[in-house]
T-cell receptor, first 115, second 115 residues
């Protein structure tokens, strides 16, 4: 079975500091993709970053980077230089190639950036 | 930048009524999805649609639900006889392809309240 676990229900970070949001996953399939989405209080789901299971390098997108540790089955999101606008829910998701295109989501982490 | 749009943004309905949620996926995308998020919970997959037919569906997607692509742009989710527990945010998503570009782009959601 496919599973995504986010163990931090809430996190706080000082503005301009970096923060790491944890995500672990479980799948026996060698081909999968890992995604992070941001959900502000307005409710929409905003795509942030993607990491494929065969990618050799960690994905980066601006201030977002994904710390992919395959042996540990973890895909933590690192946000550098936090901004007040980063306050939101963050969801980790996985797509497993052999089970189709559906995404499996974690329960999310609520991030609050403190001025 | 192209985006997924959804209408209406909010829908209030009486239990037992039919509702149709509408989505316009990104124009060159081939795969379409519906997800739901009950308040305070994680995002759950409902159904995926490709080549004018359902390609996957979850246990949640029972006979009360149906999807349709009535024309070249719209993608709809119909709930035939709504129940109280159908109250949730419903997200439409689309992706360009399966394995080549698996990122799913989400619409802003329709918040459905069943009274």
């Amino acid at each position: 079975a496919q599973k995504i676990t986010q163990t931090q229900p809430g996190m706080f970070v000082q503005e301009k500091e970096a923060v790491t949001l944890d995500c672990t996953y479980d799948t026996s399939d060698p081909s999968y993709g890992l995604f992070w989405y941001k959900q502000p209080s307005s409710g929409e789901m905003i795509f942030l970053i993607y990491q494929g299971s065969y990618d050799q390098q960690n994905a980066t997108e601006g201030r977002y980077s994904l710390n992919f540790q395959k042996a540990r089955k973890s895909a933590n999101l690192v946000i550098s230089a936090s901004q007040l606008g980063d306050s939101a829910m963050y969801f980790c998701a996985m797509r497993v190639s052999n089970t189709g295109n559906q995404f499996y989501f974690g329960t999310g982490t609520s991030l609050t950036v403190i001025p | 930048e192209p985006e997924v749009t959804q209408t209406p943004s909010h829908q209030v309905t009486q239990m037992g009524q039919e509702v149709i949620l509408r989505c316009v996926p990104i124009s060159n995308h081939l795969y379409f999805y519906w997800y739901r998020q009950i308040l305070g919970q994680k995002v759950e997959f409902l159904v995926s649609f490709y080549n004018n037919e359902i390609s996957e569906k979850s246990e949640i997607f029972d006979d009360q639900f149906s999807v349709e692509r009535p024309d070249g742009s719209n993608f709809t989710l119909k709930i035939r006889s709504t129940k109280l527990e159908d109250s949730a945010m419903y997200f439409c998503a689309s992706s360009l392809a399966g394995n080549q570009d698996p990122t799913q782009y989400f619409g802003p959601g329709t918040r459905l309240l069943v009274l």
